[in-house]
């Protein structure tokens, strides 16, 4: 059964950092991609970044381009996702999905039961 995990979530002043963490596990085929999503209060679920575990590309949203960094800790198996100049539009519960099919928004069939990310002065 496959169980993923997310954490580091929390409240951040306009302008923070945090770094929220995936750890999955219980595949009987490895994923392709791993991928963060957010859903904010009233909104649909977005992509935010994905990170293929083929050959390490990586993907963000234009929202969060030059701001958000993906990677990955082979050793520790975890897929972390760093957020800086963090703003009050970031806020949202941030899910970690993983896909066994490609890096597309929409082949992410496993989820977490995610974060909350709250930006708030």
């Known amino acids: 059964q496959v169980h993923i995990v997310e954490s580091g979530g929390g409240t951040v002043q306009p302008g923070g950092s945090l770094r929220l963490s995936c750890a999955a596990s219980?595949?009987?085929?490895?994923?392709?991609?791993i991928g963060w999503f957010r859903q904010a209060v009233g909104k649909e679920r977005e992509g935010v970044s994905v990170i293929s575990l083929r050959d390490g590309s990586t993907y963000y949203a234009d929202s969060v381009k030059g701001r958000f960094t993906i990677s990955r800790d082979k050793v520790l198996n975890t897929i972390y996702l760093q957020m800086s100049s963090l703003q009050p539009d970031d806020t949202a519960v941030y899910y970690c999905?993983?896909?066994?099919?490609?890096?597309?928004?929409?082949?992410?069939?496993?989820w977490g039961q995610g974060t909350q990310v709250t930006v708030s002065s």
């Open positions: 999905a993983t896909s066994p099919w490609g890096t597309q928004w929409t082949d992410f069939v496993s």
């Open positions: 219980g595949f009987t085929l490895d994923p392709i991609a």
